[in-house]
């Protein structure tokens, strides 16, 4: 289910089945047990407002860790997607998907992926996908066409893109060659309708171990209708305003890994976006963990 970079609707099941700087070490490591002071106001987060449009889920840091052990934990999860979510129209997975980079793992989980969520599962890759050889090349082998790619849904276009230095999780660089393809591709993407970035790292630095080079991907989406950005790595819930768009990151999915604020809860957002273009989201606890 390749999707180019270019604007192309998503495939259906039949087809399927300012300006922002990061901070350097001393942001990165020291807000590990909990997030980052904000650096604006923040408000209530909003809940999924019904109506029109359409809803999707944001999933980040799943840590696929053993198919034995954590086949049954993810299986859980996309049932309860499907149960709980009927009408979502696909589901990003920002990062992390496995523990230690593991191909078996990788394999596992778009395996499940295909068989039991019902939408698209459409993810980027996170560092511990690359673990073992420093490169996405494993990451690929299950999930290809997923490194830099875009979607449209509707009226939105979303750009999902890499942000990984192989394995390396702090004071990392978004990679040259992901900027090279955003400057290839955004000039062919409309800059009135409204846009969704999806990350791994995240892009804000409210949150940390964002990229020392944010600013520069961001800076790349000047003039565009951003509504939203969403990332993982710091697993914790963190905001920043952004005039017309928020810079979010969430607690994790794993069954393994534990969240970086001391929290325990685990969870996804799902996500509404409206004809208008406005993103409303709500927090949803994993209900088995």
Same mark, same amino acid.
């Given at each position: 289910m390749p999707i180019s970079g270019s604007n192309l609707a998503l495939p259906t099941r039949r087809q399927?089945? *300012? $300006?922002? *700087?990061? *901070? @350097? =070490?001393?942001? =990165?490591? =020291?807000?590990?047990?909990?997030? @980052? =002071? #904000? &650096? &604006?106001? %923040? $408000?209530?987060? #909003?809940v999924e407002t019904p109506g029109p449009g359409f809803t999707f889920v944001v999933l980040n840091d799943l840590h696929h860790a053993e198919p034995a052990a954590c086949d049954p934990w993810f299986t859980s999860l996309f049932d309860q997607i499907t149960r709980e979510h009927p009408s979502v129209k696909f589901c990003l997975a920002l990062g992390d998907l496995v523990h230690r980079g593991k191909p078996e793992c990788l394999a596992a989980l778009a395996q499940l992926a295909a068989r039991r969520l019902p939408v698209p599962f459409l993810p980027v890759p996170g560092n511990h996908d690359q673990d073992l050889e420093q490169t996405p090349r494993l990451y690929l082998e299950s999930f290809? *066409? $997923?490194?830099?790619? %875009?979607f449209r849904q509707d009226d939105w276009q979303f750009v999902m893109i890499d942000t990984t230095q192989g394995s390396e999780w702090v004071d990392t660089y978004v990679p040259a060659a992901t900027l090279a393809w955003l400057d290839q591709t955004l000039p062919q993407l409309d800059r009135a309708r409204p846009t969704v970035i999806g990350t791994h790292f995240p892009l804000s630095n409210v949150a940390p171990m964002c990229p020392l080079n944010a600013d520069e991907v961001l800076a790349r989406f000047a003039g565009f209708a951003l509504r939203g950005t969403f990332s993982g790595h710091h697993h914790a819930q963190t905001r920043r305003d952004r005039g017309a768009y928020e810079l979010v990151t969430n607690v994790c999915c794993s069954r393994v890994a534990g969240n970086h604020d001391g929290s325990v809860t685990k969870g996804y957002f799902l996500v509404h976006a409206s004809p208008e273009g406005r993103l409303t989201r709500r927090f949803v606890p994993l209900a088995f963990a």
């Open positions: 399927a089945l *300012g $300006r922002l *700087g990061c *901070g @350097a =070490a001393s942001l =990165a490591l =020291a807000p590990l047990l909990g997030a @980052a =002071a #904000p &650096e &604006e106001p %923040t $408000r209530p987060d #909003p290809p *066409g $997923r490194l830099n790619y %875009t």
